[in-house]
């Protein structure tokens, strides 16, 4: 039972343009979340956080959206540049594991 | 001066061979983790380890063994390999990640790429 899903497992952007990384999660236990970036043959390496009694966390390019009654979250990264070619995890934490999603391979065009 | 190192990065095997994955962290952290990516590409737990203690140990066949000599090193023994053991294995660590309620930032190796064949 997958309880944090990313459904789009890719997506193109073109440089400049906004990126959004959709993630839903199911269960309600889950208080914190993360994001992940991942290139080829590394490990995931630690984006964005938020605490789910936050909505909103900004950190430069990178905001990550969280709506608790949808159990959705997002992450804009604005705006998008060649260099953020690469997969995103997301993760939920119910404070003993992170659960991660399946990730989504963002591709961003000249 | 890589933070969380593993080694090797691929391993290639025979069914029914042991084999183990080193791990060593250099961040002074307190907590250490095993995660399997496997084909489908889902990122999940298999053991975590606090201060050399094993903390969470998921549903894994006990053919695979986790030691933890010091809190910068967890190891993964695997015995007797099958096919479906075929993934890329990722240590990473934490500072307070196994605490309830405490945030779960990783800092994960490159992993290691496990084939049997």
């Known amino acids: 039972d997958q309880q944090v899903k990313q459904n789009s497992p890719s997506l193109s952007v073109q440089e400049g343009r906004i990126s959004i990384l959709n993630c839903d999660y199911t269960n309600s236990m889950f208080d914190y979340f ?29 905001t990550v959206f969280l709506n608790k009654s949808a159990k959705h979250l997002s992450l804009h990264i604005v705006p998008s540049q060649p260099g953020d070619s690469a997969v995103y995890f997301c993760a939920a934490s119910d404070g003993y594991a992170l659960n991660f999603g399946k990730g989504t391979s963002l591709l961003v065009t000249p | 001066d890589t933070a969380v190192s593993q080694t090797p990065k691929y391993l290639v095997t025979q069914m029914g061979n042991d ?6 962290q250099n961040l002074g952290h307190d907590t250490m983790y095993w995660y399997k990516q496997d084909s489908k590409k889902f ?5 975590s380890y ?5 903390i969470i140990n998921e549903t ?3 053919r695979f063994s986790p030691k933890s000599p010091d809190k910068a090193h967890l190891n993964l023994h695997i015995n007797s390999l099958e096919l479906g053991d075929s ?28 084939s049997v064949l």
Do not use: H
Request: include cysteine; charged fraction near 25%; glycine fraction near 8%.
């Open chain 1, 34 to 62: 993360l994001w992940y970036k991942k290139y080829p043959a590394e490990g995931p390496t630690f984006l964005i956080s938020i605490s789910s009694i936050k909505d909103k966390n900004e950190d430069g390019r990178f």
């Open chain 2, 19 to 24: 084999k183990s994955i080193k791990c060593e």
């Open chain 2, 43 to 47: 990122l999940k737990i298999m053991f």
């Open chain 2, 50 to 54: 606090n201060n050399k203690e094993l």
């Open chain 2, 60 to 62: 894994v066949p006990n």
């Open chain 2, 87 to 114: 993934a890329v294995y990722f240590c990473a660590s934490s500072q307070d990640g196994w605490r309830p309620g405490t945030p779960e930032k990783l800092f994960f190796g490159s992993g290691t790429q496990l």
